[in-house]
């Protein structure tokens, strides 16, 4: 009896070796087409943490979660958001890469220090404003004496509904 209990501790022991053998093999993620395969856990938190702060959203606008299970599939690319913000990942590339290569690593670098970021653009929306708000909406709130300074202010929720 003593044998078989032995011999069980073995082959369990056998078998989780391999499986986080195998484990570190396989890469973290199952689904890149931008970001670097070896990206570490940190860093693709950082990349993603800095997405939702970009664009003012949680991580269900990009990611898919099973409602019932409450199992994130973060791999799948069944929301449409996913496939823009890829796309946005590569326009940003490319725009850092072919104007502001200051270091002269290539943005695709995990390093380096973007010039162009989602936020540049995205300031805390998910559509970027593609006008200057209102003049009487900026108003509303004391000026400068210039009059200008409207950059440094909060924008107004008025001033949100175009
Ligand atoms: C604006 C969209 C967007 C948001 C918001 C976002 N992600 Fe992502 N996420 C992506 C894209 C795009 C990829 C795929 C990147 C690639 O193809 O290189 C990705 C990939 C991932 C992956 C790797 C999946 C795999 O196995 O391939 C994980 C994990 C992940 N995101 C976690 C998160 C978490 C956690 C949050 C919230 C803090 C979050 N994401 C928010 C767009 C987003
Ligand atoms: C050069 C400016 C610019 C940069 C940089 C940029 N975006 Fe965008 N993004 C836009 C514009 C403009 C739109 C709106 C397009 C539209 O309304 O059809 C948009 C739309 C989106 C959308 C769709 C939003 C929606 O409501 O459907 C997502 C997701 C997105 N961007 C993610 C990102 C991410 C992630 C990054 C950084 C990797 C990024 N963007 C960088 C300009 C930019």
Same mark, same amino acid.
């Given at each position: ?5 032995? =011999?069980?501790?073995?082959?369990? +022991?056998? &078998?989780?070796?391999? &499986? ?10 199952? *689904? ?5 395969? @070896?990206?570490?856990? !940190?860093? %693709? ?8 702060? =970009?664009?003012?959203?949680?991580? #269900? &606008?990009?990611?898919?979660? *099973?409602?019932? $299970?409450?199992?994130?599939?973060? +791999? ?12 946005? %990942?590569? %326009?940003? @590339? ?5 104007? &502001? ?10 390093? $380096?220090?973007? %010039? ?11 559509? !970027? +404003?593609?006008? !200057?708000?209102?003049?009487? @909406? ?5 000026? #400068?004496? @210039?009059?200008?300074?409207?950059? *440094?202010? !909060? ?8």
């Amino acid at each position: 009896m003593k044998r078989t209990a032995l =011999a069980l501790t073995v082959l369990v +022991a056998f &078998f989780t070796m391999s &499986f986080i053998i195998t484990k570190q093999d396989d890469p973290i993620y199952k *689904n890149l087409k931008v970001l670097p395969k @070896n990206i570490t856990a !940190p860093q %693709m938190d950082s990349v993603m943490k800095s997405y939702t702060a =970009a664009l003012g959203v949680k991580c #269900t &606008f990009c990611h898919v979660r *099973n409602d019932s $299970t409450k199992i994130w599939d973060y +791999a799948s690319d069944k929301k449409k958001h996913k496939l823009i913000a890829r796309d946005m %990942m590569k %326009m940003t @590339n490319q725009i850092n890469d072919k104007y &502001f290569d200051v270091t002269g690593k290539g943005s695709k670098n995990l390093g $380096t220090a973007l %010039m162009v970021t989602c936020y540049t653009c995205h300031n805390g929306k998910p559509e !970027p +404003a593609t006008k !200057p708000e209102l003049r009487e @909406n900026r108003n509303t709130q004391q000026g #400068t004496p @210039n009059g200008g300074g409207d950059a *440094n202010r !909060p924008r107004l929720d008025s001033a949100r509904k175009q």
